[in-house]
Structures are given as C-alpha cells and as structure tokens.
C-alpha cells in the first residue's frame, strides 16, 4: 500500500471516492431538478447537521449532478463573509447568467439580465459593485429594498433559464451565517420562483438550527422548503464509506477491524476518512487487521484532537472554553442552560449569557429548544472531558 495511492479524503468538503448512505438525498434532488425543468412545481432544499456529517461533500455532488442535466450552477459558495448577503447573491447570480450565455445562444437576453445584477449591486449600501461591462437597469431590482430587490433578482435568472430549456441553481453552504433580514428576503424571492413556476432551485446547507432561524425570520418557511437533517451513517453505510474506496485498490478488511472502526467513528463520514487514511498508511498488508486498528487509534485521536477539535476549541476566548468546560462536564446532552450556568460557578445564567451567545454566534453550540444547549461538533464533549477539564479551570 503506497502512500500515494491513498483513497481516504479527510478534509473540509473533500469529496469521498465512495458517498454512502446519501442515495435517497441524491434521488431526491434529481427529482427536483427533472420536475422543475419540465415546468412543474418542487420546493428547495435544505439540508443541516452537525459538523462533519458530509453537507458540503453533497452539495458538491448535486453540483456535478446538477451540471450534467445542463443546469447552470454558483457552485458551492459559502454565505456569509461578505458584511451585506447581497454582494454574495449579486456575484453568484452574474456566474450563473455567464454560465447560461456560454451553454446557450442567449448572449442578449444574458446582458439584459446583467444589467439587473448590476443594479442590484448598485443598490447596496455597502458601495460594493460588481464589474459589469453592462449599463445597469432601472426599476428592477434598484430599490433598496433587499426583500424586493432580491425577488426581482432572482425572478430574473429564472427567465432567463426558462428560456434555455434547462434551470438555474444556488448552492450555499454555511446558510446559518445569515441573519434573520438576509434570510427573511431569501424566502420572499423563493417564494416569488415557485409562484410563476420558473427553474430556479436553491440547495442550502447549515448547522442543525438552521430550519428554526428560517422559521423565525418567515413563519411559513416550514412550508416552503423541504428540509432533511444529515446524521450519523448507518452502520452498513459506515462499513461501506470504510471499505470501498480501499477495494478499488484491492486492498481488503477483516470483518471484525471494519466493525471496530464503524463503532469507534461513530458512524461519522469525517471520522471514517481519517481511520481510513491512516490505516491505509501504516498497515502493512492486505486484509487490513483489528491490530492495525489498534496500532492507528492513538494516532487518529491526536490528529482530531489538533486539526478537528482542537482548532475549534481555540476559537474561543477562555472564559468561553471554560463555558465549554462546563457543558461538557455534564452527563446527558443535550444541556439545559441553567444546569450549565451551575457547573461555570456563575449565580444564574445572566453572568454568562455573554458566553453563551458569543459561542453560539462562532457556531461551536446551538439550541435545540429553548433553555437547551448542545455541541455542533459531533464527540466534541468527549474531547474537552479529556483535554480541557472543567477542574483545570476551575484551579486558574
């Protein structure tokens, strides 16, 4: 086994050779593109889960999917980074419309559409303008008004793929980036689309609370998009993200090593790829053995420990990681707020909410439900129990 034959991909939005457990999701969507490009009507998708569950790695794949039925697509873009989501959508929409001139005979109506972009641009007040060799439109999508503006935007890249005989998609990961304005007007222009029945889709990815900010920001958001939260693999769809890609290269497992690192991943798709990557490194030959387990399980766990948990962990300031501390040393998850107050020594949760929501905002915790909190990192409260002990602040 050459190192450099390697199959395993640990990574953020590293695709996997082998995507398993994800087969009715790609169905799913290639019913949505099929139904809208004929005219019919499917609600967008939503996607949310913890990281490292593989939500990235399958918008990805919607985007190859996407593309092969001659759909224009943003690829994936992660939202959120730009201080104003219009920027962001402004610049997505201008790669879709060159993506539509470039497969299609359209050069005209693309610059028309451009010129939409353009005045969209123009219309935030951030000053931030794409560079658009069109002249901007007037009246369509120039208000001001990011809910209107946006429909108008996008009703655009609808018409325009209505006429390519195809269909248009919006890949966005991070979605929970947005704030509650941002994501009200992403549901008004959704909406907007599927009213006139036009082929645009949005597939969108974000940490588990993401259906509760959309409900919050529109009510009827339940409605509008079908969500689908990612999980744990499924033991038999673990064994198979383990096994496979090594196959290909006719290396082979003993059952009971595949079992091992099925339970000791937890069936997380991150997890198996750095078992995978480092097994495939130091076993020395083929069936790879339960001792081999053994021999890399150590290593796995520094590795996680540095570059998934760890660097996590330091992005919070130390009264934050001692709030971490303090989840963490509690039994059963998810955590009720004021049993964390308790543990952080703090009178009530007043004296910490500063933390807490700081947390929440670097997205490291959510809410499940209100007066709960949990870790958006899978076995991340096992890692701090065993790296950073609530008593080692507590002795500070």
């Not at 994936?76 to 610049?91: I, K």
């Not at 809910?147 to 269909?167: C, F, K, M, N, S």
């Not at 300031?317 to 989840?327: C, G, I, N």
Request: glycine share 8%; hydrophobic share 40%; net charge negative.
């Amino acid at each position: 086994m050459q190192k450099r034959e390697n199959p395993y991909t640990p990574g953020a939005g590293r695709k996997p050779p082998n995507l398993s457990g994800r087969d009715r999701d790609l169905e799913n969507f290639q019913s949505l593109i099929e139904r809208l490009a004929a005219g019919g009507y499917d609600r967008s998708l939503i996607y949310s889960g913890l990281r490292g569950v593989g939500k990235t790695v399958l918008l990805m794949e919607f985007d190859v999917l996407a593309t092969e039925a001659g759909w224009a697509t943003t690829d994936v873009q992660e939202v959120g980074s730009q201080p104003d989501f219009r920027v962001t959508f402004a610049r997505m929409s201008a790669r879709l419309l060159r993506e539509m001139s470039r497969r299609h005979r359209i050069k005209e109506r693309v610059e028309r559409a451009l010129g939409v972009v353009k005045a969209f641009s123009v219309a935030v007040p951030t000053g931030v303008q794409l560079k658009l060799d069109v002249q901007a439109s007037t009246g369509i999508a120039d208000s001001g008004d990011p809910e209107q503006d946006l429909t108008d935007l996008i009703r655009e890249i609808g018409e325009v793929a209505q006429a390519t005989g195809a269909g248009a998609l919006f890949l966005i990961d991070e979605m929970h980036n947005l704030d509650a304005p941002s994501l009200a007007a992403l549901c008004i222009a959704f909406q907007a689309v599927s009213r006139n029945s036009l082929p645009v889709a949005m597939v969108a990815a974000g940490l588990p609370d993401l259906q509760t900010r959309l409900m919050s920001a529109k009510p009827y958001a339940d409605r509008l998009f079908q969500y689908h939260e990612l999980g744990r693999l499924s033991p038999a769809a673990a064994r198979s993200a383990l096994i496979a890609p090594a196959a290909t290269r006719g290396i082979g497992y003993e059952e009971p090593a595949a079992l091992r690192v099925v339970e000791e991943s937890a069936g997380y798709p991150y997890f198996i790829q750095e078992y995978g990557l480092e097994l495939w490194n130091h076993a020395e030959t083929s069936p790879i053995t339960s001792a081999d387990v053994d021999t890399v399980r150590e290593i796995v766990s520094e590795s996680l420990a540095r570059n998934f948990f760890g660097t996590r962990f330091q992005l919070a300031t130390d009264a934050e990681q001692r709030y971490l501390a303090a989840m963490a040393s509690l039994e059963s998850q998810p955590y009720r707020s004021a049993d964390v107050a308790h543990a952080y020594g703090a009178k009530d949760q007043r004296g910490v909410s500063i933390h807490r929501d700081a947390l929440i905002q670097k997205g490291l915790i959510w809410t499940p439900r209100r007066g709960q909190l949990d870790f958006t990192v899978p076995l991340f409260a096992e890692f701090v129990r065993e790296n950073h002990p609530l008593a080692t602040f507590e002795e500070e």
